[in-house]
């Protein structure tokens, strides 16, 4: 009966490394999204999933991120040559179908400082 | 493109007081709204939501918000609050079919004794 989790809950990092982030939905939930909430905003969409399938990939920022979902559970999301600007909370939410009307439930999202 | 408003960046209220915070919307068509709330050490957690029918919502912990059409607003409103409501609240729209939340920037309410 656990909620969505997300680890690790921290990440410091070098400009230029790369990074994983990983999410565990809700069992049996079928959407997946990613969001980033900067310090003093509110969380910004980047990429939803469907199964094991981008439904719609139009907030990515550019192409340095990249997330995967291979078997329609965990999803990972990638950032490759961080930069200081990728700083943030990333969030995970999952949802039971991906429907309009669904609640999302979101994760305690990890925080990633790039030094 | 979608847009929200949360015109309060720091609301400081007394025990008891009433609350209301403001959300604003840009999206002309049909949207669906949300608010969230984010308590200290939490995770962000759903208050309530509207889509259609009544526009008085009433959500958990006695929170409550009114969808004005005609004003794109969305305000959350609580007659008595609590030092336990001291938290961030964001306001949410999705348009229908399409399930990407838009979020404002978040208000934070701080309760004092």
């Known amino acids: 009966g656990a909620g969505v989790s997300q680890t690790p809950s921290n990440k410091v990092t070098e400009k230029g490394k790369y990074v994983e982030l990983r999410c565990d939905p809700i069992?049996?939930?079928?959407?997946l999204y990613w969001y980033r909430q900067s310090l003093g905003q509110g969380p910004e969409f980047l990429i939803y999933?469907?199964?094991?399938?981008?439904?719609?990939d139009s907030g990515l920022p550019n192409d340095r991120f990249f997330a995967v979902r291979p078997e329609g559970s965990v999803s990972t999301l990638k950032i490759q040559r961080t930069e200081r600007g990728d700083s943030a909370v990333y969030l995970c939410a999952s949802s039971a179908s991906g429907g309009a009307m669904e609640t999302q439930y979101f994760g305690p999202g990890t925080r990633l400082l790039v030094l | 493109a979608q847009s929200v408003s949360q015109h309060n960046h720091h609301v400081i209220l007394s025990e008891a007081a009433s609350l209301e915070l403001g959300c604003n919307y840009s999206y002309g068509g049909t949207v669906n709204l949300f608010w969230y709330v984010q308590y200290p050490g939490q995770h962000l957690q759903l208050l309530l939501k509207?889509?259609?029918?009544?526009?008085l919502v009433k959500g958990i912990k006695g929170f409550e918000a009114e969808f004005i059409k005609s004003k794109f607003s969305f305000n959350l409103r609580k007659p008595s609050v609590q030092w336990s409501d001291t938290a961030e609240y964001f306001c949410?729209?999705?348009?229908?079919?399409?399930?990407?939340?838009?979020f404002g920037k978040g208000t934070r309410l701080s309760v004092i004794a």
């Open positions: 069992s049996g939930h079928t959407a």
């Open positions: 509207y889509f259609s029918g009544d526009p």
């Open positions: 949410a729209t999705q348009t229908s079919g399409n399930t990407p939340l838009v």
């Open positions: 999933f469907q199964g094991t399938g981008a439904a719609d």
